[in-house]
Structure formats: structure tokens, C-alpha cells
């Protein structure tokens, strides 16, 4: 025997027997319109990116290519009415520049740690794909990036290096090391996505996304400089090591739980009222129930 989904969610059953499979086709709506006052969704992204460095035009003899990365982040949103929504996510991504330098016939691969906050304005359209509601998405906004770590792998015709970046300005003598000076460790970016939502439990989304990112601020200033401490037949291309912006495609999927505004503000107020009908010192000002007090006193005296 088939339960109804719509019998069993008001009486309390476990959001997970309202899950996949429910049949929308009775629903008129979306189950996350404006009507329902789902305003606030929050979850947790992950996925795949794509990504590579641009370099300044006079860098001819340095060939990007594209490289494969990963990451991971909290996101949360805010309707402010049926088709306007406010976007952040804040998180960390690992990020390759992967470039060839020609004229001396090796590989250069720069693995990059990022913290991200991004901040989107997001168009929301409703569709319906079968008998589920939907609801696309597209957005824009800007990226705010900091540096938090990076190293690189030099491949050569006979041989291959692994060498770590310091940072923080200061220079040593130590081998294996390429030390930056004047990096910028913040970075702007803006970014452009698309994403489709679809429900999965009462309460809860799948959120499928793909997301361009445009940085705008290169890794170093024009007066930057890198001190290199390698075997002679190994270079990260001097100074252009840091004249390149990164550009990257992120492929996501984001597991989003909607609130609600309205049930839990119902709720709130139906339990405030069952917990003053129970509460004794609530009902001590009572005039019913001090009466019924008095009668039982006086009963028991006699």
C-alpha cells in the first residue's frame, strides 16, 4: 500500500519520508516559491575546476595550458522575493597554472592554495521538468582571494624538480626554494555561474553549477621579483613567474537545506502556548484554577 507524501509530512513524519521520488505533479507551485517564505537556503559545495594562467602579451615564449584542481565550501543564500537572490559562499580551492616554456623546452607546474569568498546578485527563473519543479539560476559578482600557500613542479627532458615559494618577502639561501618578492597575496576576481536546483526531500536541494572565474589581479606587481635558489639548469622564468592571472571553470554540486520563516515562526508560537497551559506558575494566575484550589482546601479541612 502507497502512503501519501502529503498525509504523512503534517503529522510530524521524518522530513526523509517526504524525500526523493515524492510525486510533484500535484504540487501548483514550487515547493521553494515566495508563498512558502523559504528565503534562506544554506549548505556545502564541492567540486572540480579547471584552470590556467594568463600571461602579459610580451610573454610569447611561455605556453598555458589547462590543469585540474578542486574545491570546497560552506554557501548560503537570500531570497529577496520571487526572483532576486543574494549569493555567498566562502571556502578554499586548490588551483594549477601549468605552463610551457618553449625556448627552454620544459614544463612549469604552480599548485596554488586559495581562500575564497565569493559574493553573487543571482536572476532565479522556475521551471518544470517532468512533473518536478525547478529553479535556475544565473549570477554574477565579484571574488575575493587570499594566497595562503603555494609550490611547483619544474619537468625538463632528462629530469623533474619539485620546489617550494616563500611568501612572506623575506629571502635565504636554502636550495629546492623560490623566493618572491612583492607578491600580492590578495586577489580580485569576477566571477559568472548558472546553476539548477531540484528538490530532493521536503526541505532539502541538489544545486548543480558551473562558475567561470576572471581573475583581475596577477600574482605580482610589475616590480616584483623572485629570488631563485636551483640547480642552474632549472628556472621558473624569472620575474614572469608572477605576471600571469588566473583563469578557471569550476564544475559543483551543493547539498542545500531550505528554512522555512513561516512554519518556524508557526511553531514557535504553538509551543509557546502549550508550555504556558502546562506551566503551574502560569496557571497560579489563573482565576479558574485558584478557585478549584480553594474548593479542594476547604473540602479537606472538613
Not at 549570477?139 to 629530469?159: D, F, H, Q, V
Not at 629570488?227 to 551543493?254: C, E, H, K, M
Not at 497551559?277 to 479537606?300: A, E, M
Request: net charge positive; charged share 20%.
Amino acid at each position: 500500500m502507497r502512503l501519501s507524501n502529503n498525509f504523512l509530512c503534517p503529522f510530524g513524519i521524518i522530513t526523509s519520508l517526504c524525500a526523493v521520488g515524492q510525486d510533484f505533479s500535484e504540487v501548483k507551485e514550487s515547493p521553494y516559491t515566495a508563498s512558502t517564505y523559504e528565503r534562506l537556503h544554506f549548505g556545502l559545495r564541492a567540486g572540480v575546476n579547471f584552470s590556467t594562467g594568463q600571461f602579459e602579451s610580451s610573454q610569447e615564449d611561455l605556453r598555458s595550458r589547462w590543469s585540474v584542481g578542486w574545491m570546497a565550501a560552506g554557501m548560503a543564500t537570500y531570497r529577496f522575493n520571487r526572483h532576486f537572490v543574494l549569493r555567498s559562499d566562502l571556502g578554499y580551492s586548490r588551483r594549477e597554472s601549468w605552463f610551457r616554456n618553449d625556448s627552454a623546452n620544459y614544463d612549469n607546474r604552480l599548485k596554488l592554495d586559495f581562500a575564497e569568498l565569493a559574493l553573487l546578485a543571482q536572476r532565479r527563473f522556475e521551471a518544470v521538468i517532468g512533473d518536478m519543479h525547478t529553479d535556475i539560476y544565473l549570477g554574477a559578482g565579484p571574488t575575493l582571494s587570499y594566497l595562503l600557500g603555494s609550490s611547483g613542479t619544474i619537468e625538463g627532458p632528462s629530469a623533474s624538480m619539485d620546489y617550494g615559494i616563500v611568501l612572506n618577502g623575506l629571502t635565504d639561501t636554502s636550495l629546492h626554494a623560490v623566493y618572491a618578492v612583492g607578491a600580492n597575496r590578495w586577489l580580485l576576481g569576477i566571477d559568472l555561474g548558472a546553476g539548477i536546483m531540484m528538490p530532493v526531500a521536503h526541505t532539502q536541494r541538489i544545486l548543480l553549477e558551473v562558475r567561470a572565474s576572471f581573475g583581475l589581479t596577477p600574482l605580482g606587481n610589475p616590480g616584483s621579483d623572485i629570488q631563485v635558489n636551483l640547480p642552474p639548469y632549472f628556472s621558473p622564468d624569472g620575474s614572469n613567474f608572477l605576471q600571469q592571472r588566473i583563469q578557471s571553470v569550476t564544475f559543483s554540486a551543493s547539498y542545500v537545506f531550505a528554512h522555512n520563516i513561516l512554519k518556524s515562526k508557526l511553531g514557535r508560537s504553538t509551543k509557546e502556548k502549550d508550555v504556558k497551559k502546562r506551566d503551574p506558575r502560569k496557571q497560579k494566575k489563573d482565576k479558574t484554577y485558584l478557585d478549584t484550589r480553594i474548593k479542594y482546601r476547604s473540602k479537606s479541612k472538613k
